[in-house]
T-cell receptor, first 111, second 112 residues
Framework: SQQGEEDPQALSIQEGENATMNCSYK?????LQWYRQNSGRGLVHLIL?????REKHSGRLRVTLDTSKKSSSLLITASRAADTASYFC???????????FGAGTTVTVRA | NAGVTQTPKFRVLKTGQSMTLLCAQD?????MYWYRQDPGMGLRLIHY???????AKGEVPDGYNVSRLKKQNFLLGLESAAPSQTSVYFC???????????FGSGTRLTVV
């Protein structure tokens, strides 16, 4: 079963705007990861946040993690057309090798 | 550095036929995974391997078999393909637990 669930399922924004998507999960985790998938391509790792971290930045990406609420958010600032893709959160549980993916958020950036 | 390479990229099978999907990685990663991706379902883990000669079942293993005879290769087999196995298959690898996964570009399989 899917551990992470993203919200919203789809998001359409204007170039230059910020995009925010959320991920909720059910059990304790070691870390949470965000991936991007362009149409017809494989997944690309964006950022990993550990359970003892609350916020992490990478370029125009900002990820937060609230373990008490079992939720995470991904913010993409100053969006570009190239950010059009599906974004997936994946949870890495303790003492397990398996990463569980949500169904993803499809982001469309309009020029 | 090729990363994770999947072959073939596309395949159409008739119901009942068999085939093997090959995943090769050149990063000396210990762990390798096979996922399937269906519309609206995200990625679901089929089988995984934590080292050469080892395999284990994931979330949706029925109808699939795997082998990891060499550290760099992870094979996914379909012995008797069914239409329900129409999907996009992704291979991934990682050096160890708790790290980012490197994905291949996928194999789009259609079973008619």
């Amino acid at each position: 079963s899917q551990q992470g669930e993203e919200d919203p399922q789809a998001l359409s924004i204007q170039e230059g705007e910020n995009a925010t998507m959320n991920c909720s999960y059910k059990t304790s985790i070691n870390n949470l990861q965000w991936y991007r998938q362009n149409s017809g391509r494989g997944l690309v790792h964006l950022i990993l946040i550990r359970s003892n971290e609350r916020e992490k930045h990478s370029g125009r990406l900002r990820v937060t993690l609230d373990t008490s609420k079992k939720s995470s958010s991904l913010l993409i600032t100053a969006s570009r057309a190239a950010d059009t893709a599906s974004y997936f959160c994946a949870t890495d549980p303790y003492n397990d090798y398996k990463l569980s993916f949500g169904a993803g958020t499809t982001v469309t950036v309009r020029a | 550095n090729a990363g994770v390479t999947q072959t073939p990229k596309f395949r159409v099978l008739k119901t009942g036929q068999s085939m093997t999907l090959l995943c090769a990685q050149d990063m000396n990663h210990e762990y390798m995974y096979w996922y399937r991706q269906d519309p609206g379902m995200g990625l679901r883990l089929i089988h995984y391997s934590v080292g050469e000669g080892t395999t284990a079942k994931g979330e949706v293993p029925d109808g699939y078999n795997v082998s990891r005879l060499k550290k760099q290769n992870f094979l996914l087999g379909l012995e008797s393909a069914a239409p329900s196995q129409t999907s996009v298959y992704f291979c991934a690898s990682t050096p160890g637990t708790g790290g980012a996964k490197t994905f291949g570009s996928g194999t789009r399989l259609t079973v008619v």
